[in-house]
């Protein structure tokens, strides 16, 4: 599939956000209540859930953020352009083929998990879930999550600079010119490799040169996708913002626009963001041990199960059922006590 520009979009995004209604320095900050929000969570029919790359960092994903977020001696912005991989398409492919042979490594952690059985839960009750990621690792789909817009792109996905076609690819290496190469050490020399042996396309009639299908600095987003997600925020009555800084565009208008509209949106973080103050609840941590008690997912036990055949030690493990069990039962005790003083009423 060819993607479909639309010109000046980025500009267009800066002027709606700069419009929004700026947050107030009296504005309360928001809550940390649990129960509140899953009285929310148990009513909203159409729910969006945003998520950053602080979500795929728990399952050791590299973020090529911040201080030492370098691959050798380049960050990922100066490496994730249209422009570099003009200049020097082999470097750009080594940068890729390191971050696609990285992932295939990793594994869901309990973050993704919840969001998927999440959905599968709420589907069978005629509710639906959108997972609006900013991620291309593909975490979501390989937790089982089945609505989810890559609205950047994939690792395993490729485009043909000749015919434009799209397709999805595990190949692991990509090409044999890569075997063995993309080392992040600074000290490491660039492989070099000769253009007619990085990725090509194996359509029928076409060789053309391959690039990953990702959205890279200076491009606009998919506008096919870009409506799927206008959909989707237009119509949720309740929106999640999960690991993400909230600072990169268009995905960092999203949330704060749905907020200014009325509706609840809780931010899962490690920390503040630009946009914290605009929303109604805000639960500080591990995106991996705040979100699964938020979104009451009913089976913990087989989400934590999961995660440690990979991750995770026995003592975390026991810590955490721990923690969602007296989460669950402060929850009921909360319901019961409500339940008692309407009844007294």
């Known amino acids: 599939m060819i993607v479909h520009r639309i010109s000046c979009?980025?500009?267009l995004y800066s002027h709606l956000h700069a419009h929004?209604?700026?947050p107030s320095q009296e504005m309360a900050r928001p809550s940390s209540d649990l129960a509140a929000f899953r009285e929310?969570?148990?009513k909203a029919k159409n729910i969006a859930i945003i998520t950053g790359a602080g979500v795929s960092a728990e399952s050791g994903v590299p973020t090529f953020r911040g201080a030492g977020g370098f691959w050798r001696t380049w960050q990922a912005q100066e490496l994730a352009t249209p422009e570099s991989f003009s200049r020097n398409p082999s470097r750009v492919w080594e940068f890729y083929h390191f971050r696609r042979e990285v992932m295939l490594t990793k594994t869901p952690n309990p973050a993704h998990l919840a969001i998927a059985?999440?959905?599968?839960r709420l589907s069978k009750q005629g509710r639906l879930v959108t997972v609006i990621t900013q991620n291309i690792d593909e975490l979501h789909r390989r937790a089982g999550s089945k609505n989810v817009l890559e609205i950047h792109g994939s690792l395993f996905r490729t485009r043909c600079l000749t015919c434009g076609h799209e397709a999805t690819n595990y190949k692991s290496p990509i090409c044999s010119a890569l075997d063995g190469k993309g080392a992040p050490d600074p000290d490491t020399q660039d492989a070099q490799i000769p253009v007619q042996q990085l990725p090509?396309?194996?359509q029928k009639?076409?060789?053309g040169l391959l690039r990953p299908a990702v959205v890279w600095f200076g491009e606009t987003l998919d506008s096919d996708i870009l409506a799927q997600v206008e959909r989707a925020m237009d119509s949720c009555d309740l929106c999640l913002v999960v690991g993400t800084s909230s600072v990169v565009y268009p995905a960092a208008m999203?949330?704060?626009q749905a907020a200014a509209a009325g509706v609840p949106v809780a931010e899962f973080n490690m920390e503040d963001t630009p946009a914290t103050m605009r929303f109604k609840f805000h639960f500080k941590g591990p995106c991996g041990t705040t979100l699964p008690p938020a979104l009451a997912i009913t089976r913990p036990?087989?989400?934590l199960n999961t995660y440690a055949r990979s991750q995770m030690s026995g003592e975390t493990i026991l810590h955490l059922q721990f923690s969602y069990i007296l989460d669950a039962f402060l929850f009921v005790l909360n319901m019961l006590n409500t339940l008692q003083t309407f009844g007294s009423t």
Do not use: M, Q, V
């Open 301 to 303: 036990n087989k989400i």
């Open 9 to 11: 979009r980025g500009l």
């Open 117 to 120: 059985e999440c959905e599968e």
């Open 20 to 22: 929004l209604k700026k």
């Open 254 to 256: 999203f949330a704060p």
């Open 40 to 42: 929310i969570f148990s």
């Open 205 to 207: 009639g076409c060789t």
């Open 200 to 202: 090509r396309c194996e």
